[in-house]
């Protein structure tokens, strides 16, 4: 009898113990990627990279973390803001660490699982490399993956997040920018005043229809739909800026042809991702009309009624569900 | 009851540990090992360094690190197979990077071995990867896509640079300035092949005082692949 009693303590001990890593056990969440029917399928490749519910948290959270800069100040969304679709609308030039400035404007981001090549030059050829770039950037983060990767091993509850998500709590630059990437893939943008019409829901205004028309003449060999993007590289007739002398793409391929191509930026949700170009040197969309029907390359020609026509069309682009999700913003739990 | 845990605990122990001793630590009979023996003028490198002389002058070598990948095994001159998973990231300050474990599983040995010297343009484009393609290991270009193929660094009194560094990061997969090379090594009998990388056939061929600091794919950075694939030879060749 007296045996019994220790004996009732260790089969509970124990039976509590194997309760616990039953609960706590690797189980990722699988997580379908929601997009319209109509889309063509993503470039992604998620065989290699499946979204779960524990990775899309994790790549959220350290998407929101400064842990990722050198001293701790910048985080992503410090350029990349939810409500202004993941750009930021303060300055020509994005700013980074110490206050130090680039000189180039910060991309927006949404509806990257259809995007195969990053940065305003193509300079990045994967989503789950580009967080390399501002990560090394002596002007954005000034940091190293390598530290990076340290940091957020010391760093509670970062090992138990990456256990959940990929099954392993040692923190490996892999499993970090294959989180980051799942979040940023989640970002998608499909339910403007324009999808709701193409999706029969919603109807233009005379104003909007004659823009969309216009649109579809001047704009769209570029701006393709659905994406509003041909995500290809393209001379738009901007003169260089000699004060930053970037000359775009051809940096990257050392070809003369590629001189002051830029990435084409999707037109979604424009009326919140000012200013605009690579350099932000508008600030308006007026500015972006007016060079657009002055330059001598383009030979595009609208009059000030429908200038003022295309403007109303693109605010139909604007999707407040992207702009205001809450399962965009900063993790607040 | 505790005198039977004790023992239990003992032999378990005991267990462990014969299996880490040479005794029952067996080679696996199909295994070949590659030992590549980084040299500069048929020196070695001491503690991740290799001190010499070039033109007269000194040379060292401080850093030397690189991808060998896409291993092929043929015999009688017929592929008899491939490497699963083949990437192999060497570093001259680790020594046991330098002996690679091959298993082509060919009964009694092969004739050849083909493997490249860098990554692929596949790997290049594939995105995050883990273990020796982990972009933490410090061989991948954050600015430019792309694996760092080659990393080779140190001091030559005749560099014209600050501390008289010379550096040179070779990498780069689209064409005209692929870098990734093919080598083959050939009349291999035994399951152990002494490979030496003799430096000087890299050196000699480069003027340092003019050429010492390549960062970013380029016709240069091409033509330095193709020297440094030439310095790979059998041991005793």
Known sequence: ?333 | MKYHLKISMAILLAGLFLLHTPLFAQQNPQEIVLHINPILNGKSSNDGLIISQLNGDSIAIHTLRFYLSNFVFYKNGKEIGREKDSYHLLDMEDESTLSIAINPNTGDGLGAIRFDLGTDSLTNVSGAMGGDLDPANGMYWAWNSGYINFKIEGYYEKCPTRNHQFQFHIGGYLPPFKTVQTIELTGLNKREIWVDMELSVFFEHIDLAKEHSIMSPSKAAANLAQLLSKTFRIHGE
């Open chain 1, 1 to 333: 009898m007296g045996n019994k009693l220790p004996l009732a303590v260790l089969f509970l001990g124990i039976l509590g113990m194997v309760l616990v890593a039953a609960v706590s056990a690797y189980s990722p969440e699988p997580v379908a990627l929601k997009y319209p029917e109509s889309w063509p399928t993503p470039t992604y490749d998620f065989t290699k990279n499946p979204l779960t519910k524990q990775g899309i948290e994790l790549g959220r959270r350290l998407f929101y973390d400064p842990i990722l800069s050198k001293d701790s100040t910048i985080s992503c969304s410090s350029c990349h803001l939810s409500y202004t679709a993941f750009t930021h609308v303060d300055h020509d030039l994005s700013h980074g660490i110490a206050d130090r400035i680039g000189t180039r404007n910060s991309p927006v981001l949404m509806n990257l699982a259809w995007v195969s090549s990053f940065m305003w030059d193509g300079a990045v050829n994967h989503l789950d490399m580009q967080a390399l770039a501002p990560i090394s950037s002596p002007v954005e983060m000034d940091e190293t993956i390598e530290n990076v990767v340290k940091k957020v091993q010391r760093s509670s509850p970062y090992p138990s997040l990456f256990y959940h998500a990929f099954g392993d709590s040692t923190v490996t630059g892999e499993h970090l920018l294959k989180a980051m990437a799942q979040f940023e893939l989640t970002l998608v943008s499909a339910n403007s005043k324009y999808d709701q019409v193409k999706r029969g829901e919603a109807a233009f205004t005379g104003q909007e229809n004659n823009g969309y028309m216009l649109f579809q003449k001047n704009c769209a060999r570029c701006h393709a739909e659905p994406f509003f993007t041909n995500h290809d590289f393209e001379k738009n007739g901007l003169p260089l800026d000699t004060t930053l002398h970037d000359f775009g793409r051809m940096v990257i391929t050392q070809l003369p042809t590629d001189s002051l191509k830029f990435k084409v930026p999707t037109l979604r949700n424009i009326e919140f991702s000012y200013p605009y170009m690579h350099d932000g040197r508008f600030r308006k969309l007026g500015d972006v009309m007016k060079h657009y029907t002055q330059s001598s390359q383009l030979n595009i020609e609208l009059s000030s009624n429908e200038k003022v026509d295309l403007t109303a069309f693109l605010l139909t682009l604007t999707d407040k569900e992207f702009l205001f999700n809450p399962d965009f913003a900063f993790p607040r739990n």
